[in-house]
């Protein structure tokens, strides 16, 4: 039994043995392991099944992490998927959580093998970002194809599970028209990691986080607007925090821009918004070039939020929801540079309306996009699965 799972009396007799499994994502992901692993493991033993440059055991915070080796090759990706398996059947839980169509392949498995039960977690809309994933062109005949077969499986597979969660209201919409219903366990931000708010923030340093940032984060688009607003204000600059691919790396230092640009690399949970917390703004300039993106609703968004930072933000629907109802930023064509330009100006000219926005956005994930509300949502649902019977249907 899992730390937590002996600290909470009136569940010990309850905790049921979990395996998270995820075929794309660390181990340490923010998603699974930071939000609901440790959720989890507040009344049950929890375990995570994932993928790494090594195979390897360990436990860190009370959670059991077992790795897999992952080769560097995507072609050998279902290398990948026959160990993580071998690992999952060995595990021998009672729930397996899955984080990916083909994790949940591996979790009925498991169910009609085993008498396992299975959770689906979704945290895209995987028939757009898998063909993308696999550099296929959106709008090709291949692509639609693709898209069309992996939306039937994931349907298919889905239906097998004995419980559903989605990561927003735009991802589940295509299961409620499947009649499924997935419990809605949104990306919201942590709020208890006592980190400390800067609430008199000063120069002039932006923002862009990601885990692994690619073209589509709009960081060409982000490094041409700071190049710009520069003419104006010198002492502007840009700092990405997380890992920069490769491709994207070479064209940063092949720009000649990289005197005001700055690099962190991969960063630890903490560190990551210790490192933000030094900026004056965030900018979540996502481009909408296939529509997983176009629908998504960025955990950055409410990790900006939490520090206290304005937001710079594309204007797509669900970000719009959360921007205008919270009044924390000004919503930009991620296309347009010149917007970009013009919101970061503005942000620039008016210090206390950008220091406004920025409390605006705390006050919004403190009260209402924090991850305690969702963390209540997921531990009852697994209250409710405690002693239900795997259905085979």
């Known amino acids: 039994m899992s730390p937590g799972a002996r600290g909470i009396g009136r569940f010990v007799d309850t905790a049921m043995k979990i395996c998270m499994l995820t075929s794309t994502h660390g181990p340490g992901d923010g998603r699974i392991f930071q939000k609901e692993a440790k959720s989890l493991a507040k009344e049950h033993d929890v375990t995570i099944i994932a993928p790494s440059s ?89 692509q639609k194809a693709l898209s069309a077969v992996v939306s039937r499986v994931e349907i298919l597979l889905a239906r097998r599970a004995e419980s559903l969660f989605a990561v927003s209201e735009s991802v589940a919409a295509r299961f409620r028209e499947r009649e499924l219903d997935p419990i809605i366990l949104s990306n919201y931000s942590i709020t208890d990691l006592d980190i400390p708010h800067n609430p008199n923030r000063s120069g ?62 991969f960063l630890p949970y903490r560190a990551m918004y210790e490192r933000l917390n030094k900026g004056v703004a965030g900018l979540l300039v996502f481009q909408p070039t296939y529509y997983n993106i176009s629908i998504g609703l960025p955990n950055k968004l409410f990790d900006y939020m939490l520090l206290g930072l304005p937001v710079i933000a594309s204007d797509l629907p669900e970000i719009r929801n959360v921007i205008a109802r919270a009044d924390c930023g000004i919503l930009v064509d991620p296309g347009s540079v010149s917007e970009i330009v013009d919101a970061i100006a503005y942000l620039f000219d008016f210090p206390e309306e950008a220091q406004k926005m920025g409390a605006n956005g705390r006050q919004a994930v403190l009260e209402r996009y924090n991850w305690s509300a969702m963390e209540a949502d997921l531990l009852q649902a697994y209250r409710n699965l405690d002693g239900s019977p795997s259905s085979t249907a």
């Open 54 to 142: 090594e195979s390897g055991e360990s436990i860190i915070d009370g959670i059991r992490i077992v790795t897999v080796e992952r080769p560097d090759s995507v072609v050998l990706h279902p290398l990948t998927l026959l160990r993580l398996l071998r690992a999952c059947l060995a595990e021998d839980a009672e729930i397996y959580h899955c984080h990916e169509p083909d994790a949940i392949l591996i979790g009925v498995l498991a169910k009609y093998l085993k008498g396992k039960r299975v959770v689906y977690d979704i945290h895209e809309h995987w028939p757009s970002e898998i063909p993308f994933d696999l550099g296929i062109r959106d709008g090709t005949r291949v």
């Open 204 to 265: 002039r340093n932006l923002m862009i986080m990601a885990g692994n940032m690619r073209s589509f984060h709009g960081v060409g688009e982000c490094i041409e607007a700071v190049s710009r607003i520069r003419e104006h204000y010198p002492d502007a600059t840009l700092t990405l925090v997380g890992r920069v691919r490769e491709d994207l790396n070479d064209r940063i230092g092949g720009s000649g821009r990289d005197e005001f640009i700055t690099t962190t690399g």
